[in-house]
């Protein structure tokens, strides 16, 4: 059995426990005050069952048509005037069954007639809408806390997933393999050269308080994340020494310019990673910046060959895509390969 018949089913067996409890009742009231004719039995069914269908079409109606989408006014008048009309259908059913089963005979009520008076008329409404109007409240509600309860369990998936991405992008920034080479080279710097150890474990310090700063919101200086990716690469220099070598081309009106922390860091650290320490005897590592228009630009540039693992699903890069779907859409980012080096862009409004 699939999901939508399984619900189906669920759903009428409520409908037959409501409405069937509401037929009860109105054989109950018929039979305490009058005798229990088929006539009564007939008004029941009919109404009954009459109105289980007006509450599966107001359903129905009220799906299809977006009502619980929209202001909660337009839902409260659509519903309003929906159990209002309503009731008309099986009113004008029971006349016809109660006016032709009285004429042939097929039914019997205390005094052998149907009162269609226009006092009548508008009682047998009322006990029409009252009902409807009562089960389209319930199921109003019930659908509105379903709603704001699912919307709820959205927010917090999408939190969750959010919070996993932050999670991933820090465990990734605070790399175990960039911490144990920072720790070993500061061990052999100790007994060495002290004044480069100090100013190591000052660099490792800066670089460690932004990775764990890394999830504000807001932007900063383009000159101020420089200072951190100075930091990075002065730890990284003293690991491979002379394999990295790095060139600047930085305008100075770009200084200025803002950007999501820790993308540009990212940029340099995947450039590192994947290009400076996979190519034999290292290479030159490109940072230029500078703005054009109301955007700032970065590039990224390495040695080495685009790897199919790195084009733009890994870990850091997922992280920085989703710091740039958070701004403006006109934020963009490619890795192509340029001859033997592999370059990064960014392009960030400003």
């Given at each position: 059995m699939?999901?939508?018949?399984?619900?189906?089913i669920?759903?009428?067996?409520?409908?037959?426990?409501?409405?069937?409890?509401?037929?009860?009742?109105?054989?109950?009231i018929?039979?305490?005050?009058?005798?229990?004719?088929?006539?009564?039995?007939?008004?029941?069914?009919?109404?009954?069952?009459?109105?289980?269908?007006?509450?599966?079409?107001?359903r129905?109606?009220?799906?299809?048509r977006?009502?619980?989408?929209?202001?909660?006014?337009?839902?409260?008048?659509?519903?309003?005037?929906?159990?209002?009309?309503?009731?008309?259908?099986?009113?004008?059913?029971?006349?016809?069954?109660?006016?032709?089963?009285?004429?042939?005979?097929?039914?019997?009520?205390?005094?052998?007639?149907?009162?269609?008076?226009?006092g009548?008329?508008?009682?047998?409404?009322?006990?029409?809408?009252?009902?409807?109007?009562?089960?389209?409240?319930?199921?109003?509600?019930a659908q509105?806390?379903?709603?704001?309860?699912?919307?709820?369990?959205?927010?917090?998936?999408?939190?969750?997933?959010?919070?996993?991405?932050?999670?991933?992008?820090?465990?990734?920034?605070?790399?175990?393999?960039?911490?144990?080479?920072?720790?070993?080279?500061?061990?052999?710097l100790?007994?060495?050269?002290?004044?480069?150890?100090?100013?190591?474990v000052?660099?490792?310090?800066?670089?460690?308080r932004?990775?764990?700063?890394?999830?504000?919101?807001?932007?900063?200086?383009?000159?101020?994340?420089?200072?951190?990716?100075?930091?990075y690469?002065?730890?990284?220099?003293?690991?491979?020494?002379?394999?990295?070598?790095?060139?600047?081309?930085?305008?100075?009106?770009?200084?200025?310019?803002?950007?999501?922390?820790?993308?540009?860091?990212?940029?340099?650290?995947?450039?590192?990673?994947?290009?400076?320490?996979?190519?034999?005897?290292?290479?030159r590592?490109?940072?230029?910046?500078r703005?054009?228009g109301?955007?700032?630009?970065?590039?990224?540039?390495?040695?080495?060959i685009?790897?199919?693992?790195?084009?733009?699903?890994?870990?850091?890069?997922?992280?920085?895509?989703?710091?740039?779907?958070?701004?403006?859409?006109?934020?963009?980012?490619?890795?192509?390969?340029?001859?033997?080096?592999?370059?990064?862009?960014?392009?960030?409004?400003?």
């Amino acid at each position: 059995m699939t999901a939508p018949t399984r619900t189906w089913i669920q759903r009428q067996a409520l409908q037959a426990l409501v409405w069937g409890g509401f037929m009860a009742m109105m054989l109950s009231i018929s039979r305490r005050y009058s005798q229990l004719s088929s006539g009564a039995w007939a008004i029941a069914l009919v109404i009954g069952f009459g109105l289980w269908g007006c509450s599966e079409l107001l359903r129905s109606r009220a799906l299809s048509r977006g009502w619980l989408s929209g202001p909660g006014y337009a839902l409260a008048g659509k519903t309003a005037l929906a159990v209002i009309l309503l009731p008309a259908i099986p009113q004008l059913t029971l006349y016809l069954v109660l006016t032709s089963g009285l004429k042939f005979g097929w039914l019997s009520l205390p005094g052998g007639v149907a009162d269609y008076s226009p006092g009548a008329v508008f009682f047998y409404w009322i006990n029409s809408a009252m009902p409807l109007g009562l089960w389209a409240c319930v199921w109003v509600s019930a659908q509105a806390i379903h709603r704001y309860r699912q919307g709820e369990f959205s927010r917090l998936r999408a939190e969750a997933a959010h919070s996993a991405l932050e999670f991933d992008a820090l465990r990734a920034r605070l790399n175990p393999h960039f911490i144990f080479n920072a720790l070993n080279n500061l061990r052999a710097l100790i007994n060495e050269d002290t004044e480069r150890a100090r100013d190591l474990v000052t660099r490792l310090s800066n670089t460690l308080r932004h990775a764990l700063d890394h999830g504000t919101p807001q932007n900063v200086l383009l000159s101020r994340e420089l200072e951190v990716v100075d930091d990075y690469l002065e730890i990284e220099r003293v690991h491979y020494e002379d394999r990295l070598q790095v060139d600047r081309d930085l305008a100075a009106d770009a200084m200025n310019a803002t950007l999501p922390p820790m993308l540009l860091q990212l940029l340099v650290e995947n450039a590192i990673k994947h290009g400076i320490a996979r190519t034999p005897g290292g290479g030159r590592l490109l940072l230029q910046a500078r703005v054009e228009g109301n955007h700032l630009h970065l590039m990224v540039e390495n040695p080495g060959i685009l790897q199919a693992d790195i084009r733009g699903h890994g870990v850091g890069l997922s992280y920085l895509r989703s710091r740039l779907a958070q701004g403006s859409d006109d934020g963009k980012f490619s890795l192509t390969q340029q001859g033997d080096r592999v370059r990064a862009t960014l392009e960030i409004p400003q």
